[in-house]
């Protein structure tokens, strides 16, 4: 690939123009994407005006937000370019594009599409974010049940050059409403004179416009599907959703429950052209907040200074049980946001995952107990059962703490990756300090 790129630029300097016409139109469309996104931006968009326009439509698709915003702005000077490559774009590839703009921008650019496709876009555009109908396209092929098989397929000729995908061949009876979907191999294996209302088993799944776009994903994983009609309240079949659109929608919230869970703000798509001032606000919210949790940990601490002062090993311990009961939260944090997400657990299974957690934890501090306890008796002898003992309450409580939290966030209809490693181990530190001096006091004095 750092090959392709440097004969790339060795090219556009000899302004080669009908051999690298040639060759990046004879690529991959994601060794293209590739390659755009490796050189500078004057040769990108020299790159980019030299795909065909077909290509041109389907790699502008694969960019990221940045690369496009730049090519856009680039193509600016040429208002009628522009308008033909946003008026080639997918309608849900571009409603995917403007939802990231600015209001001003994005309302001068759907100005420039045709009247068809700018009332297309202004109708997905008016869906809640994050909904799917943000994310449907309307371009789908429709039949009605008296078609026979012979009169689908001619159907299909005629109007299926833009749909999105023909897998799938969807069934609406004379008012729209959605009555069944079937898969084109069923349509294929039957005979000619044969009708659809005849392969119909009127077993389908549909998704609401209104819907959720975290539930499209649930549901295509639920039901196998490449595409999912998309109904209105009706009942009317609208639009339809794919596959790719829906693991794109599947990427960007992992990757936001990922930085939810490093506490940090907001998705970062690509640290590299990220400003710092947005790095910088994306990370110092939770931060800061966390800073005043841990100053629990120190009031925590000050309570006991009698005894750190009688028995100073004692801080020698203290940052390892912390650590340990912090890591033993993200832990289980980790295991129960996932099956949260993933549908693996329910919000009314809390209870029987708590038992099973406190089973496993105290397993597991009594195995780190163990070795706490072989390090004591080199160290400080006198404190093995302190350290012991306080090792597996520590874990324990740690691994509570990471279990119920993101539970309690569901419940609270927040997001569970907002229980994130820093808030568990904050929340652990604090409880592992009182702990541990407290079963010091205890027992030493």
């Known amino acids: ?67 496009q915003l730049n090519i856009i702005e680039f193509l600016g000077e040429n208002p009628l370019k522009v308008a033909s490559l946003l008026n080639d774009i997918e309608p849900d590839d571009r409603t995917s594009f403007f939802k990231q703009l600015p209001t ?16 297309i876009t202004t109708q997905l555009l008016s869906y809640p974010k994050d909904s799917v109908g943000r994310l449907m396209t309307p371009e789908f092929v429709a039949v009605k049940p008296n078609f026979s098989v012979a009169e689908t397929f001619e159907y299909i000729r005629k109007n299926g050059q833009n749909s999105d995908t023909l897998n799938v061949i969807f069934i609406v009876n004379e008012a729209g409403k959605m009555v069944d979907d079937i898969r084109i191999r069923k349509i294929l294996l039957a005979a000619p004179n ?82 710092v001032f947005n790095l910088y606000k994306n990370r110092v919210g ?53 099956y949260l997400a993933v549908g693996g657990v329910k919000l009314s299974d809390w209870h029987k995952l708590v038992g099973k957690e406190f089973i496993v934890s105290f397993l597991l501090g009594i195995t780190m107990a163990v070795g706490v306890a072989a390090i004591a008796s080199f160290r400080a002898p006198e404190i093995i059962i302190v350290v012991a003992l306080s090792m ?26 907002t229980a994130s490693a820093p808030l568990v181990t904050s929340l652990s530190d604090i409880c592992g300090v009182i702990i541990y001096f407290s079963i010091a006091a205890w027992f030493l004095t």
């Open 1 to 67: 690939m750092i090959e392709s790129k440097i004969n790339f630029l060795d090219m556009i300097r000899n302004k080669e123009w009908k051999l690298i016409n040639r060759s990046i139109n004879d690529l991959e469309a994601n060794e293209v994407v590739q390659i755009l996104q490796d050189i500078p931006k004057r040769e990108q968009i020299i790159l980019f005006r030299l795909l065909t326009k077909e290509r041109a439509k389907r790699i502008f698709k694969l960019l990221s937000y940045s690369d």
């Open 104 to 119: 001003d921008v994005s309302q001068s650019l759907i100005r420039l599409l045709s009247p068809e496709e700018r009332e």
């Open 194 to 275: 044969q009708l659809i209302e005849e392969l119909m088993d009127h077993r389908f799944v549909a998704l609401n416009a209104m819907d959720d776009q975290e539930e499209a994903v649930k549901l295509f994983k639920e039901s196998d599907r490449a595409a999912l009609p998309v109904l209105n309240d009706e009942e009317i079949l609208i639009g339809i959703v794919t596959f790719d659109d829906i693991m794109d929608v599947e990427e960007l919230e992992s990757t936001e429950d990922f930085h939810k869970f490093g506490s940090i703000k907001g998705a970062i798509t690509d640290p590299i052209k990220a400003k």
């Open 286 to 338: 939770w931060l800061f907040v966390l800073v005043f949790m841990n100053v629990f940990s120190g009031a925590a601490m000050s309570g006991f200074e009698d005894v750190i002062q009688s028995f100073v090993p004692l801080v020698f311990f203290l940052p390892l049980l912390i650590d340990s009961g912090g890591n033993a939260g993200s832990q289980s944090a980790t295991l129960m946001i996932r």
């Open 392 to 417: 597996i309450l520590t874990v324990m409580i740690g691994s509570l703490i990471g279990l119920l939290l993101p539970f309690i966030f569901t419940r609270l209809k927040l997001d569970p990756a």
